[in-house]
């Protein structure tokens, strides 16, 4: 049984703890009384994999065994999560790649000839055949891609199919989805409120029905709009969920310490830690950047779930929950969060100050039961750069984003009122989500949304060591240390608030009681 | 400072000849006299204008002026008088046109082509000639001699009849300077400098230079010198562009060279430059041709603003000691070659105007010339230590602005001497030299760039000083002293109702004074005026403008260069991107192998020219499948493409797009690698390669490359056919090869420029912006 997470107060013994800051570490001595929230211990792994996906195929929930439902002449489709999940990646093989060859085994033995294979973007970028191949490994990349049966998703191709009209608008999919006998999605469930039938959505949907789930009604409707297109999903296809649960083991070799408690370091991880530090001190920007985005985490997998779409997300719901909850008393005045270089979105990339601003301020949000950790009219401090640095070739909406929209307004209505339509038709945006490895021209919209809520709920948002001209396009301030952070923010909390430092990553669920 | 004893000198003239006095007020005695005036245009001239106007009612002043350009003499004169020291006097008249009719004769001619003059003339005060120390020696003779002997001629001829007798003697003042003493030492007489130079001959030689010296710099070997300069500079723009700066550097060298060639001549008989040796032949002139008339020469030693009239202060331009001072008050001057005792003769312009009216009016004895020095340094000398001491005070009380940074620290001089100060200044040229050299060799980058910006700013500081020194070297080290016991005696024999507007005893003033609260603060006003308007002005306007109200719509192009404009990539990478792929494994190592090996080679070419060093890169393209390779580049090498775009370059073409513009792609590169920016570009000229019947490169162009000026021509020619306003265009590029192309069109934007092209940006006033391109992949990462 795995230690549960716990919430340490910090007294004078308390070592200085390790904050993420973008592209590096700082060891922080946080004040007297300042509450610590860690993260419960990683689950079980599964004994055997192989054992596990095929009692998860073979005895599904609410439905019957993949192997009842091939049949020779079918047309079969496997869509799979995109490279954005788990971040950072996972160490190969990856679950995705053998849980596909599990359900291809069972295809070729029913005699099913017709299978595609369907990378699930959305409106995320195309992944790069390393990338696929990272994910599918060597051998079902190489029987599919030259063929052309593994591709990308298309949000923006024309000929997309409509299932039918949901609350949130209509929902149009991938066509070869739509036109399959079977629709197999693989997905790596690493967050508590993605997967499900609503992922398909948002993963083989249109533009339109992605942005009817990430817009900004969709983030407004908490959920509701989500459900809407999963369930017309799950209601026009036939479905076949398969979600692989991870343990948060976010740090592989040899950093896995990092996701340990400071005074439970060995000698040896003691020492990994000044020699990382000094290396990082030492390495060039770009090389830095470079380590973090690229990295690999130390996953296992906790549990293999397949079946009815509603049914297994439930299941994995259920693990994640125990895997990342963390019960903690009452509101805190002044939350501490600080942001990795890593998101989802900035793989092999550059973390620039919307992505980071996302990262930091989506895991502060993260609560069981709609209750954050931090009291309304409360303040956030954060750490990350925010350097004014863009990836043209991930992220050239994102430019246009930061120069154009945010120095007119950050409010997201009239954001959505009078940009959005133009970034989400833009030709060149387009062009470049369909024939290169862009995110989509509303991709930063989509985010924006999602950190409106943090805002609106808290009085102040303050980033130490951020660049101050973006923290200020931004809508945020800037500070150097913790310390002017909580000078800043006094005039709203007082003289003595009650801090909580969300020791993250990995991710915490907060359950504030 | 004491005032100095009234007369210092010889009290009693040699020869004992009285000398000419004055005996009523001036405004009697030159009462109905027509002075004929030249330089009127000019600092002295026109205070002499101002004071004839306003002080001697009686009097005609006839001004010799020539045409200037489109300009009118009368033009030309109604400008001069509507200054505003002719206010009153122009109103009084009712205007500038009334003023000009009733007062003053206006003949239209220039020196040496001096037209007919007036027969009714009684005085000639000829007080044109060169601002500048170091004319060209051709020049020097021009005006100095043969324009005087011209005027002198020509006022004979009116002064006689048919036969060309004398029916009338005129008064002929020539304005000299004291400084014909030339590199004499000690007391300086008013008398005519001794000396045996036959001016004729002189004068022969030094405007025969002229031809001798434009012959040389047309010589093959002179031309080919030059042209290597030129082509250091600028082989890379193209052969015009580098023709043109050869025949800029020719003329350069001629003038130069007429330059030196005055210097060493006036050096080699005695004087400090050819402006005061052809002055000093000038005087000569003057006492042959005028020994059946009456004559005077004045000398006035360095005339600066006025003390009392038209106001305290009044100057005109920039005279001889301005730059100098204004220069020590940015902290500029570190240091001066001067001797501190030596005497810095200056004189108000107000008292060579009034010695020169007095003088007017005198009736020197026909045959003997008078001399006239109007000086300071007799009887009121002030040193350098002296003037330093002055302006410096006057610094340190009333600072100059120097923006952001405050007042600059002034510079203390000790007055090392004049060797000490060549030293420093030579050590600092030479290190320079060193600093600029090894900038040439310096990879581009933003820190080069400000290392370049900090050194063209020592090199014009360096420059200024070289040049005022090398010119004022001479007379910081005097040591003249001129006697002016005839313009004493002169001054003390107006009448005593002249003597508050006349009076131009030098003694009467108190350097203080004069320094500190009269020329430092009338020189330094319009620097003052000048930084406090480009304050509140900002900055310089822009080439890259705000698009966002642009009408140009269709009739303008936008075009960008590609390699280090919009994209960090060059010819070589982009071969290896595009070749490596199709090869197998040991085949690449051989490749990379092979064009490392050639990398020096490569270098060398593209230091010589671009366009075959193109050719010589895409020679290696042979043998491989064009299909293929656009192929390679839709799949595999776009992401890495598209990396290497500058985010800034991609708002800014999509900006012209939305503004309706046509967005170009010119570019040296092969076509396919310009494959991912298609969607971009409304027209993209790259390199085509050849290939055979196979589809198979051949390793050639279809045409020559597109650099340098072909790049101009061809856009000149597409906008020809397509009604553009290259006017209303804009282009963008980064290095100095495609400066033609900026130049043609109104707005060029230098986008990172390498350090040539930065220094014609700034010349040129083109913005200068910087595009960052940061590729998240490292050079040596291949595309997979």
């Known amino acids: 049984m795995a230690r549960p997470g716990f919430v340490l107060e910090v007294d004078d013994r308390t070592p200085p703890l390790v904050v993420h800051d973008g592209p590096g570490y700082r060891l922080e001595k946080f004040p007297l009384g300042t509450e610590v929230v860690y993260a419960p211990e990683a689950l079980a792994p599964v004994d055997d994999q192989a054992e596990a996906i095929a009692a998860a195929l073979d005895s599904p929930t609410d439905s019957a065994p993949l192997s009842e439902l091939l049949r020779p002449g079918m047309k079969l489709t496997i869509a799979f999560d995109d490279i954005t999940t788990p971040t950072p990646r996972m160490r190969r093989p990856d679950i995705r790649g053998r849980i596909i060859e599990a359900v291809l085994t069972r295809a070729a033995r029913a005699g099913v000839d017709d299978v595609a294979l369907i990378c699930a973007i959305g409106v995320n970028r195309r992944n790069t055949d390393a990338e696929l191949q990272q994910m599918l490994g060597e051998r079902v990349f190489r029987s599919f891609f030259a063929d052309g049966l593994l591709t990308n998703h298309d949000a923006d191709d024309d000929n997309l199919s409509v299932l039918g009209g949901g609350e949130a608008g209509e929902v149009a999919v991938n066509t070869r989805a739509a036109a399959s006998d079977l629709l197999v999605f693989v997905h790596v469930a690493t967050n508590a409120d993605g997967g499900g039938a609503a992922a398909m959505a948002t993963g083989l949907g249109s533009t339109a029905t992605v942005c009817s789930v990430h817009g900004l009604q969709g983030v407004l409707s908490d959920g509701a709009a989500a459900a809407s297109a999963g369930r017309v999903v799950a209601a026009a296809l036939p479905v076949f969920s398969i979600e692989a649960v991870l343990d948060n083991h976010i740090f592989g070799q040899p950093l896995e310490f990092l996701g340990k408690r400071e005074w439970e370091w060995s000698i040896r991880d003691q020492v990994t830690w000044l ?83 996302w990262r930091g301020l989506s895991a502060a949000f993260s609560s069981a ?145 | 400072m004491t005032a100095a004893p009234a007369m210092t000198f010889a009290q009693q003239r040699p020869g004992g000849q009285d000398r000419p006095l004055l005996d009523g007020r001036l405004k009697d005695l030159l009462a109905g006299k027509k002075i004929l005036m030249t330089g009127v245009t000019g600092f002295i001239g026109e205070q002499l204008l101002w004071k004839i ?211 060493e001549r006036a050096r080699s008989l005695g004087w400090t430059d050819v402006y005061t040796f052809t002055k000093a032949l000038g005087e000569r002139v003057v006492a042959d041709l005028g020994a059946q008339i009456k004559v005077s020469v004045i000398r006035p030693s360095i005339v600066e603003s006025s003390w009392l009239h038209p106001y305290p202060g009044w100057i005109e331009g920039f005279k001889m000691a301005e730059p100098l001072i204004l220069a020590y008050g940015r902290g500029e001057l570190p240091e001066f070659p001067a001797s501190p005792d030596a005497v810095i003769d200056i004189v108000p312009c107000d008292h060579v105007v009034n010695a020169i009216v007095a003088v007017c009016a005198t009736e020197p004895a026909v045959g003997t010339a008078e001399y006239y020095h109007v000086s300071s340094g007799a009887r009121n000398p002030l040193t350098f230590q002296g003037i330093y001491g002055q302006i410096r005070s006057y610094f340190t009380d009333h600072p100059l602005d120097g923006g952001s940074r405050g007042a600059a620290q002034l510079p203390t001089w000790v007055f090392p001497g004049a060797g000490s100060v060549e030293r420093l200044l030579s050590t600092s040229e030479r290190a320079h030299g060193m600093a600029e050299r090894m900038l040439a060799r310096a990879p581009r980058s933003n820190r080069t760039r400000t290392i370049a910006r900090d050194l063209d700013r020592a090199r014009a500081r360096l420059d200024f000083l070289r040049r005022y020194l090398s010119l004022y070297n001479e007379y910081a080290q005097s040591e003249l002293q001129f006697v002016d016991d005839n313009t004493l005696s002169l001054t003390m024999s107006l009448h005593p109702d002249d003597q508050p507007i006349f009076a131009f005893d030098t003694a009467v003033f108190d350097w203080t004074s004069y320094i500190q609260e009269v020329h430092a603060p009338s020189v330094t006003a319009p620097v003052r005026r000048l930084d406090a308007l480009r304050r509140k002005r900002g900055n310089r306007p822009t080439t890259m403008k705000d698009l966002s109200a642009n009408t140009a719509t269709d009739q303008a192009l936008a075009v960008f260069d590609l390699d280090g404009t919009i994209m960090s990539t060059n010819v070589i990478e982009q071969y290896l991107w595009a070749r490596l792929p199709e090869l197998s494994t040991a085949r690449q190592l051989g490749e990379v192998g092979q064009v490392l090996r050639r990398l020096p080679a490569y270098i060398r070419a593209e230091r010589r020219d671009r366009a075959s060093f193109l050719r010589a890169v895409y020679r290696r393209y042979r043998g491989a499948d064009l299909a293929a390779l656009e192929e390679a580049v839709d799949t595999i090498l776009t992401p890495h493409v598209l990396s290497r775009l500058s985010p800034e370059a991609v708002r800014r073409i999509r900006e012209h797009r939305a503004a309706g513009h046509t967005t170009v792609l010119i570019t040296g590169a092969v076509r396919p690698l310009t494959r991912p920016l298609r969607p971009l570009f409304d027209v993209i000229v790259a390199a085509d390669l050849a290939t055979d019947d196979d589809g198979r490169c051949t390793g050639y162009l279809t045409g020559p490359p597109l650099v340098g000026e072909s790049r101009a021509a061809w856009l000149q020619h597409y906008a020809s056919q397509h009604g553009i306003d290259l006017r209303r265009s804009f282009a963008y590029a980064d290095s100095h090869s495609d400066l033609p192309m900026l130049s043609c069109v109104g707005n060029a934007v230098a986008v990172s420029p390498d350090i040539p092209l930065m220094r014609a940006a700034g010349a040129r006033q083109w913005s200068v912006v910087e595009w960052r391109i940061k590729p998240t992949t490292p050079r040596w990462v291949m595309p997979r």
């Not at chain 1, 020699?275 to 770009?286: D, E």
């Not at chain 2, 500038?96 to 003949?107: P, S």
Request: aromatic content about 6%; overall charge neutral; charged content about 20%.
């Open chain 2, 53 to 263: 106007l306003t002080e001697l009612p009686d009097t005609v002043p006839a001004v010799l002026v020539r045409q200037k350009g489109s300009a009118t003499a009368r033009a030309r004169m109604v400008g001069v008088v509507k200054k505003k020291i002719f206010t009153e006097v122009r109103e009084a008249a009712g205007g500038a046109e009334e003023l000009l009719d009733a007062r003053v004769d206006i003949i239209q001619g220039d020196l040496p082509n001096v037209p007919d003059l007036p027969a009714d003339l009684d005085v000639v005060v000829h007080c044109a000639g060169d601002v500048s120390f170091d004319p060209p020696i051709n020049q020097a003779f021009t005006t100095n001699v043969i324009g005087t002997k011209a005027l002198m001629a020509k006022m004979l001829q009116a002064c006689s009849d048919d036969q060309g007798n004398l029916v009338k003697v005129p008064h002929y003042v020539h304005i000299s300077t004291a400084y014909t003493a030339g590199r004499r030492r000690g007391v300086i007489p008013e008398a005519p400098h001794a000396h045996s130079i036959d001016y004729d001959a002189e004068t022969a030689a030094g405007l025969g230079m002229r031809d001798l010296i434009e012959a040389e710099s047309r010589t093959a070997g002179q031309l080919a010198t030059l042209r290597k300069e030129a082509e250091r500079e600028h082989r890379a723009a193209g052969y015009l562009t580098t023709a043109a700066d050869t025949e800029r550097r020719r003329k350069e060298w001629v003038q130069a060279k007429l330059v030196e060639a005055g210097t």
């Open chain 1, 369 to 513: 039961d709609g209750v954050p950790f931090v009291r309304e009219g409360g303040a956030l401090v954060l750490y990350h750069p925010m350097p004014v640095e863009f990836s043209p070739l991930h992220h050239p909406s994102y430019v246009d984003f930061f120069a154009d929209v945010l120095t007119a307004t950050i409010d997201p209505l009239q954001i959505q009122e009078k940009f959005e339509a133009k970034f989400a038709t833009d030709p060149w945006y387009s062009h470049l989500y369909r024939t290169s490895n862009a995110f989509h021209g509303v991709h930063p919209f989509h985010l924006w949304y999602r950190i409106a809520a943090a805002r609106t709920h808290c009085s102040d948002i303050v980033w130490v060591g951020a660049d101050r001209s973006s923290a200020e396009r931004l809508g945020f301030r800037a500070a150097s240390t913790l310390a002017d952070a909580l000078e800043i923010v006094s005039a709203r909390v007082g003289r003595s608030p009650t801090i909580r430092y969300l020791h993250n990553p990995p991710q915490i669920i907060a359950e504030v009681r």
């Open chain 1, 275 to 357: 020699g990382l530090r000094r290396a990082l001190a030492l390495s060039p920007s770009k090389t830095r950047r470079r380590l973090f985005t690229a990295a690999a985490g130390g996953y296992s997998v906790v549990g293999i779930n397949a079946g009815a779409p509603a049914a297994v997300r439930a299941q994995s719901t259920k693990l994640l929950l125990q895997q990342q909850l963390v019960q903690m008393q009452g509101q805190a005045d002044v939350g501490v969060i600080g942001v990795p270089e890593q998101t989802p979105y900035s793989i092999d990339s550059v973390t620039n100050p919307i992505l980071a601003a």
